[in-house]
């Protein structure tokens, strides 16, 4: 799109999301969602600074929602356009650059997924309630924003609903009110969150605490009751899974941990920022997905709190999500992460080597080969620093880049000061070469 504010775009894997111009630092949502009918209505008020002065500046929001009027700065409606998922606003006064921005957007309709290459993504209707699991592009399928990874801003969802429903929001509850039948449920995310990982979740569900009431991170579930037994076995390891990767990778980085069980199948479970969201078919009583619960769990470290500032780094989640389910696996007493490493490794050397792990094009970003050959570019890195050394550098990067963005030449410079080789030839052969590199004998090139 040629014009005076479609500059090149913020990302090339997702040419159409996020928006240039100014810079969020706080969404206010006031949400209010039918169950039955799937209607939701919204007002958005969106605190942002310009970064240069332009005539008009855009948000994301999909066409499924119809906006009913905009007001910027003040009382006064703004003109808009709403075409190609791009809200257009154009404020009645030029704002110069620098200056601050608070839209408020009110919006209507019945929000339904987007669709991609990924599959559907967003808000989603469940058998009786709705979830929002919206990586890479699904949040504009429910609030207007500014839809890419590098955008992060504080939050605070209200959600109004019919009242045997729970409703969870990211960030801590800070009140809860019914009125005849309705009720509001307000919560606040302090920490900075991209939009991908903003999450509604509404349902029969009861919530319980998982672990001790003492524990540094307080933990809870929110499930059907049907599921309960299930889920009390299916998770009873994730408080120690926690102790691991507090140890492992740092302080835990946001106040809390809240799992939820939908009463529906899902296809895969998904990370929001305290979040985690899995489906009735991984809590089966045989723990037959808690390879999986330490996937979610790490990403609050992986992707939520450090967050990539481009798609193609997604390598930094999802490798490291998956290396976080191998280093489980070895602290509960199972095959060790070498054991899983040299397996996966086998595994990939029976596939086309035809993906760039560091950079591995939009419709594969979500392959598996990118989680796995992500996992062994670590695993390998472990191998030439030593343990100690390797989870010394994976602490300081979860804590010197706590809620904020990554790319992957941040990662390799940091590694680069734990080193005493050069890990070019390292980063060369696993990030950025098709063929699947060896692994070095297990100990073998330990300089620990
Ligand atoms: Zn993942």
């Known amino acids: 799109m040629a014009g005076k504010f479609y500059e090149a775009p913020i990302d090339e894997y997702l040419p159409q999301n996020g928006n240039r111009g100014y810079r969020v630092s706080r969404y206010e949502l006031e949400l209010s969602y039918r169950v039955a009918g799937n209607r939701l209505t919204g007002r958005a008020t969106i605190t942002a600074v310009t970064t240069a002065t332009h005539p008009r500046f855009a948000l994301d929001l999909a066409q499924a929602l119809t906006v009913a009027k905009v007001f910027v700065n003040g009382t006064k409606a703004a003109k808009f356009t709403h075409q190609h998922g791009k809200l257009v606003i154009t404020p009645q006064q030029r704002i110069p650059a620098g200056g601050a921005l608070s839209v408020v957007v009110l919006y209507g309709g019945i929000p339904k997924p987007v669709r991609g290459p990924w599959g559907e993504v967003g808000w989603e209707e469940l058998t009786e309630g709705a979830l929002v699991a919206s990586q890479p592009n699904g949040a504009a399928s429910w609030f207007p924003c500014d839809d890419h990874p590098s955008s992060k801003a504080s939050y605070r969802i209200s959600i109004t609903t019919d009242s045997p429903y729970y409703a969870l929001a990211n960030g801590t ?66 408080p120690k899974m926690l102790e691991v990767f507090t140890e492992k990778f740092g302080p835990y980085p946001f106040e809390g941990y809240t799992v939820v069980v939908t009463d529906d199948e899902l296809e895969i ?13 991984h809590c089966d009583g045989r723990r037959g997905a808690e390879r999986l619960v330490a996937h979610e769990l790490a990403h609050q470290w992986f992707g939520n709190s450090l967050t990539i500032r481009q798609w193609r780094d997604i390598w930094l989640h999802e490798g490291f999500a998956c290396y976080a389910e191998w280093i489980w696996s070895e602290a509960a007493g199972g095959p060790t992460a070498d054991q899983l490493a040299r397996a996966a490794r086998h595994n990939l050397s029976r596939q086309p080597q035809d993906i760039v792990v560091g950079d591995p094009g939009p419709r ?47 990662f390799t410079d940091l590694a680069g000061h734990y080193s005493l080789v050069p890990l070019r030839p390292l980063w060369e052969s696993w990030l950025l070469a098709e063929p699947l590199p060896q692994l070095p004998p297990h100990g073998g090139a330990s300089i620990a």
């Open 269 to 281: 479970p998904i990370e929001a920022q305290g979040i985690s969201i899995f489906g009735a078919n």
């Open 364 to 410: 594969r970003m979500f392959d598996d080969r990118v989680y796995k050959r992500g996992a062994l570019t670590l695993h390998a890195l472990r191998l030439e620093l030593g343990d100690s050394t390797f989870f010394n550098l994976l602490r300081e990067w979860t804590i010197r880049y706590r809620h904020s963005s990554v790319t992957t030449e941040e």
């Open 173 to 238: 509850l800070l009140r809860k009110q019914t009125k005849a039948s309705q009720t509001t449920w307000v919560y606040e995310q302090p920490e900075p969150m991209p939009s991908y990982l903003a999450t509604i979740q509404i349902g029969h569900y009861r919530k319980h605490r998982i672990g001790s009431v003492h524990a540094p991170v307080p933990m809870q579930a929110i499930l059907p009751a049907r599921l309960r037994a299930n889920f009390d076995h299916d998770f009873a390891r994730q």
